[in-house]
């Protein structure tokens, strides 16, 4: 069982940034890959970006790519999001979620290998 709390989300200016984390409870977290997905009202929840259990595979859609930045501290369990260049189209609530390894590479950028999620923390950019 995971359980996983995000954090940092807020209210920022188009062009800001913002930086969200993830905190996770879960003795084997390192063997979990991990996920940031959002939803907008209105539409479906979207992956924003993934990454492997190590850390070395980050993985992007296009939308966010060269402005987001995922990374992961195994040692302290938690999961980040930074967040450069904000636009409005990228005001949401956002989620992080953790997949068991054991799938296709490819299975990772579609939100159905990912089991636990965390409650979302909401992103507003304003123009």
């Known amino acids: 069982q995971v359980q996983l709390v995000e954090s940092g989300g807020g209210s920022v200016q188009a062009g800001g940034s913002l930086t969200l984390s993830c905190a996770a409870s879960?003795?084997?977290?390192?063997?979990?890959?991990m996920g940031w997905f959002r939803q907008a009202p209105g539409k479906e929840r979207e992956r924003v970006a993934h990454?492997?259990?190590?850390?070395?595979?980050?993985y992007y859609a296009d939308s966010v790519k060269d402005r987001y930045t995922i990374s992961r501290d195994n040692a302290k369990n938690t999961l980040y999001l930074q967040m450069n260049s904000l636009k409005p189209e990228d005001t949401a609530m956002y989620f992080c979620?953790?997949?068991?390894?054991?799938?296709?590479?490819?299975?990772?950028?579609?939100?159905?290998?990912?089991?636990?999620w965390g409650q979302g923390t909401q992103v507003t950019v304003s123009s």
């Open positions: 979620a953790a997949a068991p390894v054991g799938y296709p590479w490819s299975d990772y950028f579609i939100p159905n290998p990912y089991k636990y």
């Open positions: 879960a003795s084997n977290y390192s063997t979990y890959w």
């Open positions: 990454i492997s259990t190590s850390g070395t595979g980050a």
